[in-house]
T-cell receptor
Framework: GDSVTQMEGPVTLSEEAFLTINCTYT??????LFWYVQYPGEGLQLLLK?????DKGSNKGFEATYRKETTSFHLEKGSVQVSDSAVYFC?????????????????FGQGTILTVHP | GAGVSQTPSNKVTEKGKYVELRCDPI?????LYWYRQSLGQGPEFLIY????????DSGLPNDRFFAVRPEGSVSTLKIQRTERGDSAVYLC???????????????FGPGTRLTVL
């Protein structure tokens, strides 16, 4: 079945440091890939996504490139801020079909806690 | 516009009791998903609705769990004879159901934190 593996956490960085959170996946089909973020006290929200190989998703200074050859979707940011402290989830959505209509249920990694200190 | 809403935000119940968790999706979103998030884990899929029908309920852990969406908008997740292991955050998400629906963004509600004593 489908699975997502994220790097072990938590991750603690100083402000302006470079961030990488590794994510690899296993899927039977050709999935879409997502990074979701959960800020303290808030719900899950989409950070970025990529739907085909070599696509780069980007948002708020974060980037991730869909690498089919290495089945990876690593999250990067060049200079983190204290406000980036949150839990980050890598997820995939593989093609599914029911009643002739496609849909995509998400499979999540276990999450990586990021803490950024001033 | 309004996002996905879920009620209650917190629910504390005793072992063996029945609970209902409500989800109000974004207006116009045909697809509705329920997930369960245990402490320190990522969300896990429970059930998917395509309009009024449960098109995929493969993630429901057992027959104590049931969900409905009678008019194709609001959904209710029902748990009978609750057990301590049911304690988790229950998340609802909705999305537009386009032709490439597995690429669609799912919008999550804030979740209902269920605690079974």
């Amino acid at each position: 079945g489908d699975s997502v593996t994220q790097m072990e956490g938590p991750v603690t960085l100083s402000e302006e440091a470079f961030l990488t959170i590794n994510c690899t996946y296993t899927a039977t089909g050709y999935p879409s890939l997502f990074w979701y973020v959960q800020y303290p006290g808030e719900g899950l929200q989409l950070l970025l996504k990529a739907t085909k190989a070599d696509d780069k998703g980007s948002n708020k200074g974060f980037e991730a490139t869909y690498r089919k050859e290495t089945t990876s979707f690593h999250l990067e940011k060049g200079s983190v801020q204290v406000s980036d402290s949150a839990v980050y989830f890598c997820a995939l959505s593989d093609f599914s079909n029911a009643g002739g209509t496609s849909y995509g249920k998400l499979t999540f990694g276990q999450g990586t806690i990021l803490t950024v200190h001033p | 516009g309004a996002g996905v809403s879920q009620t209650p935000s917190n629910k504390v119940t005793e072992k063996g009791k029945y609970v209902e968790l409500r989800c109000d999706p974004i207006s116009g979103h045909t697809a509705l998903y329920w997930y369960r998030q245990s402490l320190g884990q990522g969300p896990e899929f429970l059930i998917y609705f395509q309009g009024t029908g449960a098109a995929d309920d493969s993630g429901l852990p057992n027959d104590r769990f049931f969900a409905v969406r009678p008019e194709g908008s609001v959904s209710t997740l029902k748990i009978q004879r609750t057990e301590r292991g049911d304690s988790a955050v229950y998340l609802c998400a909705s999305s537009l159901l386009g032709s490439g629906a597995w690429t669609d963004t799912q919008y999550f509600g804030p979740g209902t934190r269920l605690t079974v004593l």
